[in-house]
């Protein structure tokens, strides 16, 4: 009698949870959708001078072997840091490496005909004069790259100004639309908040650079432009 007993209650069991799905589906299907909903978006936008740059010098050597070329690389980059880290500062000039690789060159027939290296120091920091001169006085690596960008602070500085439009906007859109539509006013549904910079570096400027950086002592002209600090806030709100 006991297996009977069980078998009859886990039928039960079964029974009433194939019944809660059954009212679940019912339910699902007879909810009414949303009404008087409606999805719309704000953007605030602050233009802002750009106060961070990143000076990519850069070196290429070449030779019969991987270990002298190793070794070539690793001499210019060595000079390179004892004259960068002299005017290093946090925040002002900051020193790392980038980029070091050596690979082979191939002639035709595909025989090794020698090897190939580079390597990067990068200089990045917001005193523009300390990081030009300093890119002058390097002599074992020519400019390689100039960018310019927002430092932490003022990206942080301009995203709460430019979230403020665009919370701003979005309410005064969501309470107009209420109007136009008839209702007195709104709840908020679903928001979402997406920021974004756009920024313009100065690029036909870099074969000069380029050709300047091998002078000794001498600040490598920069020009830094403006960044656009986009944040655009999106969403749905309930029209009552």
Known sequence: MKPLQGRTGLRAALAAIALLAGVGAAVAQG????????????????????????????????AADANTVQAQLKAALDAALVEARRAAMPGQLDVRTGRFGIYPRYAQGGKLSSWSGTAELV??????????????????????????????????????????????GFKARAQELARAFGFSGYTFREVAVQSNDQGSNPQPRMAALESRA?????AVPVEAGKSKVQVTVSGTVQLR
């Open 214 to 218: 091998a002078s000794a002592d001498m």
């Open 31 to 62: 909810a009414p959708a949303p009404q008087n909903v409606v999805q719309l978006s704000a953007s605030g936008i602050v233009e802002v001078q750009q106060d961070l740059l990143a000076m990519s010098l850069t070196t290429t050597r070449e």
């Open 123 to 168: 200089l990045e920091g917001r005193d523009f004069a300390r990081i030009t001169q300093t890119a002058g006085k390097i002599q074992t690596m020519t400019l390689g790259s100039v960018s310019f960008g927002l430092s932490r602070e003022q990206r942080a500085n301009v995203e709460g100004q430019a979230q403020s439009m665009a919370i701003e």
